[in-house]
């Protein structure tokens, strides 16, 4: 049971991690920069992330579903701001993949993980172990790896795009390049 | 603001993966602390409006 939840939570890690890269080659490749609710999305999405990490590096705990969970719903309670932030105008922000925006995909995305998370949560064996700072596997951690580059580089994403100040609504690039 | 919880995220991230893990529990609950003050500082009227 231990070995199918971390095997799980391995391939949602690489899942994640493939967003993130995905989001990142649509910035820089076509030139559409998020704002600030959008930023936030993706923060929310490193936390997720996160969760799975510490699922994958030490073994499962109530905890690190906590941070997935938590994440999650901060993620989903922003996306849906944005949502109802452009259905009150009527308008919208960005490109639509296969007819959603990347916020609508950003609610149905997290919404998925919270389902994900808690039919995990009934994999009762997987916390019989408990946490053990084991020397993980070479695949548990090129992905912790992966994970941790994929959030450096979102970091100096979002420090290029805002500094350390509030980031505007409809950026046209890296502020701090700009100026 | 929001590269705040970025960098906190980052540093959660590296902790964890060279595996202490109670340390990347606790940056992770700043960054969300972090977090939830910038998604705060977003005006909710429009939000009123829709619902």
Known sequence: ?179 | MIVVPFILMVVAALVATIGMRRVSLWVWFVAFAALLFVFGQYPFDVLNIAL
């Open chain 1, 1 to 179: 049971m231990a070995t199918l939840a971390r095997a799980l939570n391995s391939l949602a890690l690489l899942v994640v991690c493939a967003v993130l890269l995905f989001v990142l080659y649509w910035e820089l490749m076509r030139g559409e920069f998020p704002g600030g609710l959008g930023l936030q999305q993706r923060a929310a999405l490193l936390g997720v992330g996160l969760g799975m990490l510490l699922n994958v590096r030490f073994g499962a705990s109530e905890s690190h579903y906590g941070v997935i969970l938590a994440s999650a719903l901060l993620g989903a309670w922003v996306a849906g701001r944005q949502m109802l932030g452009y259905i009150v105008i009527a308008g919208s922000y960005g490109s639509a993949i296969f007819e959603w925006h990347f916020y609508t995909w950003a609610f149905a995305g997290f919404c998925v993980t919270i389902v994900f998370a808690t039919a995990l949560l009934f994999m009762e064996g997987q916390f019989f172990e408990g946490v053990r700072d084991t020397r993980p596997s070479s695949a548990a951690q090129a992905a912790g790896w992966l994970f941790v580059l994929v959030a450096l580089a979102h970091a100096v994403s979002a420090l290029l795009q805002c500094g350390f100040e509030a980031c505007i609504d409809a950026p046209a690039g890296y502020e701090l390049l700009l100026k």
